[in-house]
């Protein structure tokens, strides 16, 4: 099962290579954004009175909007 697992890997790179197309790589889910001072600290006493996590409020934030 497991060299079955590879094989397919190795299989999808082979193709990608033969029609010069990038492999698709796979998402870390995390990523650094820049927000200004006025706009964390904003955030952050938002996260707070609603007792969640900065993190939690910004992924709320986002999976609203896209």
């Known amino acids: 099962m497991r060299r079955d697992f590879y094989d397919g890997i ?19 889910g995390s990523f650094n954004v820049r ?17 969640i996590s900065l993190n939690s409020l910004i992924v709320e934030r986002l999976e609203h909007h896209v």
Request: hydrophobic fraction near 35%.
């Open 10 to 28: 190795d299989d999808y790179l082979a193709m990608c290579k033969e029609k010069s197309i990038t492999p698709e790589q796979p998402f870390k």
């Open 35 to 51: 927000v200004g001072l006025n706009l964390h600290r904003r955030l952050a006493i938002e996260a707070e009175q609603h007792g």
